[in-house]
Every structure is written in C-alpha cells, then in structure tokens.
T-cell receptor, first 110, second 114 residues
Framework: KQEVTQIPAALSVPEGENLVLNCSFT??????LQWFRQDPGKGLTSLLL?????REQTSGRLNASLDKSSGRSTLYIAASQPGDSATYLC?????????FGTGTSLTVIP | DGGITQSPKYLFRKEGQNVTLSCEQN?????MYWYRQDPGQGLRLIYY???????QKGDIAEGYSVSREKKESFPLTVTSAQKNPTAFYLC?????????????FGPGTRLTVT
C-alpha cells in the first residue's frame, strides 16, 4: 500500500525566508501528486498538481517538483509571508485512490 | 460559482443517534469521496464513489454508510455503531477522467458526539 510521509511535521521561519517542504512516497507508480493548503478548521485548497510525466509546476511564489524514481516531491515557497502560515499536505494518486501525508504545519513569523 | 458544499459546518449529537452529513457538488465530477481527519493524523478514506449508484469502502468504513443516488450528491451517515465519531469530516470530488485526477474539497463538517 502506498505510504506518504511529510517531514518536518512543523516548521517555523521568519518572514521573507525561502523554504522547502518535503513529501516522500513509497510506490513510484503514481498518476500525479497534488499539494494542498489547509487553514485551521477549513477544507483543503489545491495549490499545485504535478502529473506523473511532469517534473515541476509553478504558481506565483510556489514551485513544486516531482522525482518519481526516488519517490520525492518538494514544495518551494519563495519570500514567505505571515499569510502563508497553514498546514501543507501532499497527496499522490495511485490506482483509483488518493493517499495523503500527515502535513507540515508552517508558521511564518512577522 | 462551481464548488463543493458541505452542511452543516458544525453538528452536535448525542451518543447513540445516527446523523447524516450533506455533500453537494456542481462541478459535474464523476467521483466523490468522504474523509475523516483527526488531530495529528492524515486524512483517512471512509467511502468513495466513481459513478451513480455505486460506491466502495475505504480504510475506515465501519460504522458509516453512504448513498449515491445523484451525481451531484454523496451524503454520509454516521451510525451509532461508529465507536469514536467525533472528528472533522471532509468531502471531495474528482473528475477522474483523462488521467488527471485532481481532487477538490468542501469546507468540512465538524461533528461532536457527546
């Protein structure tokens, strides 16, 4: 069964710093990988989707990369802002299901 | 606006009562999902449905039931058989076509059972 891991579980950085969140998965046979943001008590908001044939996707200050062979993805956030504070989750699609990591809780300190 | 709606946002029930959580989508997506989220844990799949009148159990289906009578609706019933029902419940949908399986989520329902 696919297992998805996100390290670290929590991260605190000063405003303006660039940062990288990590996601690893055990089975490289995936259709795609999706990064989400979740604010406290809210649903998940999709940030980026990387198809299995792609290496990276960019949206504004966010850049996500995918290395299927090593089972890793990273989410790069440039020039972090306090409004970026949230929990970030990654999910891989394999078969007809989605497998989620437990998330990284990010705090950006003003 | 297209999206997924879940109601109510907060739900309180007494132990022993069944309760139904609503999920509606107007994205014309084929697949719909129910997840449970507990503090410190990832999302766990309860049930999913890829077409109308068909659904499959996820990892933690015991104590839950669903129906899919319409493409846009996928209600979840939490029965009295669910031992620890207090949690945050998330509904999602996906087009599940063309090899691009992107999930879209509703705002969630927080269920508290006392």
């Amino acid at each position: 069964k696919q297992e998805v891991t996100q390290i670290p579980a929590a991260l605190s950085v000063p405003e303006g710093e660039n940062l990288v969140l990590n996601c690893s998965f055990t089975d490289s046979a995936i259709y795609n990988l999706q990064w989400f943001r979740q604010d406290p008590g809210k649903g998940l908001t999709s940030l980026l989707l990387i198809q299995s044939s792609q290496r990276e996707q960019t949206s504004g200050r966010l850049n996500a990369s995918l290395d299927k062979s090593s089972g890793r993805s990273t989410l790069y956030i440039a020039a972090s802002q306090p409004g970026d504070s949230a929990t970030y989750l990654c999910a891989v699609t394999a078969g007809n299901q989605f497998y989620f990591g437990t998330g990284t809780s990010l705090t950006v300190i003003p | 606006d297209g999206g997924i709606t879940q109601s109510p946002k907060y739900l309180f029930r007494k132990e022993g009562q069944n309760v139904t959580l609503s999920c509606e989508q107007n994205l014309n997506h084929d697949a719909m999902y129910w997840y449970r989220q507990d503090p410190g844990q990832g999302l766990r799949l309860i049930y999913y449905s890829q077409i109308v009148n068909d659904f499959q159990k996820g990892d933690i289906a015991e104590g839950y039931s669903v129906s899919r009578e319409k493409k846009e609706s996928f209600p979840l019933t939490v029965t009295s058989a669910q031992k620890n029902p207090t949690a945050f419940y998330l509904c999602a949908s996906s087009p599940f076509t063309g090899g691009v399986y992107e999930q879209y989520f509703g705002p969630g329902t927080r269920l508290t059972v006392t």
